[in-house]
């Protein structure tokens, strides 16, 4: 039986490969760190997105509380009274949008895992309808009741956009219970708000 191909090598040849061996190992650990702290890293940019994407839808359903309470008291006083502070609330209310917008755009165009999950056209639908309520509301052509509603359907809409992100956090339960407990807090201040707009409205009409 003749010599193997391992006895076959030379010494040198033999060290080379013992020596081999480790680096070998090394860097293949190393390259499986490094593929996992990407992913992690990965998963950590598209999770804050979406949270800046969660702030931001905050942030337009709260000026949209504040423009829901303001026409409330314009209505209530038939016009007499808010028309400033209406119009410069529209103003901010318009400026959270567009950058809740572009957040959202930019979702769209970095092709975020979450793109095809995430579900906003609800909410860009139900921004539409703006327009045409505040219109109304200009004219007095709406009672303080029908406004009351058409904003709340505006805002309701908005709020499922948080209500997803427990589902789209990849498991990570701080994140589900920062999420959850972020949520809950909006929806304090939906009925709050809510609350707010009728007593405008009747501070507006005495």
């Given at each position: 039986m003749g010599?193997?191909?391992i006895e076959r090598l030379s010494i040198r040849t033999k060290l080379v490969v013992i020596l081999l061996i480790p680096i070998v190992a090394l860097l293949y650990f190393s390259i499986s760190s490094v593929r996992e702290k990407s992913?992690?890293?990965d998963n950590m940019g598209n999770v804050?997105?979406?949270v800046r994407l969660v702030v931001k839808t905050g942030e337009v359903v709260h000026a949209l509380q504040k423009e829901r309470g303001i026409s409330s008291g314009f209505l209530g006083s038939k016009g007499k009274h808010f028309e400033l502070a209406l119009s410069a609330q529209r103003v901010a209310t318009d400026r959270a949008r567009e950058e809740l917008?572009?957040?959202a755009l930019g979702l769209e165009t970095a092709r975020h895992p979450a793109r095809q999950?995430?579900?906003l056209s609800g909410a860009r639908q139900k921004l539409q309808e703006l327009a045409q309520q505040r219109a109304m509301v200009d004219q007095l052509q709406v009672e303080a009741s029908r406004?009351?509603?058409g904003y709340n359907e505006i805002i309701a809409a908005l709020l499922e956009i948080p209500m997803q992100l427990p589902t789209l956090g990849n498991g990570d339960p701080e994140l589900t219970r920062s999420s959850l407990a972020y949520i809950a807090l909006l929806f304090?201040?939906?009925y709050t708000g809510q609350?707010?707009?009728?007593?405008?409205?009747?501070?507006?009409?005495?």
């Open positions: 010599p193997s191909m992913a992690v890293a804050e997105m979406l917008e572009k957040i999950e995430l579900s406004s009351f509603r304090v201040k939906e609350e707010r707009a009728l007593l405008n409205n009747a501070f507006g009409a005495g």
